[in-house]
């Protein structure tokens, strides 16, 4: 896969990445997969990956300020 942004190769690879639920909470999922530039780091979700993170933001304690969570496939 080439990245849209710089024409960069895209790899796999799992990060640690945070998710802004309000201007007061914010959810850490770590090792998430994602694909990532070898060159500048853009990075895409693949759309099953974004439904199961969607899934965990749905689920997250809504008085949390924040929250650290591991993604399992």
Do not use: W
Not at 6 to 29: E, Q, Y
Not at 46 to 71: H, P, R, T
Request: glycine share 4%.
């Amino acid at each position: 896969m080439i990245c849209h942004i710089c024409g960069g190769k895209m790899n796999p690879i799992s990060t640690d990445m945070p998710f802004k639920l309000r201007d007061t909470a914010i959810v850490i999922i770590k090792a998430l997969p994602v694909i990532q530039c070898e060159a500048c780091c853009e990075y895409m979700l693949e759309d099953s990956v974004m439904k199961q993170v969607e899934g965990i933001l749905n689920q997250a304690d809504s008085s949390i300020e924040f929250e650290v969570v591991k993604f399992a496939a």
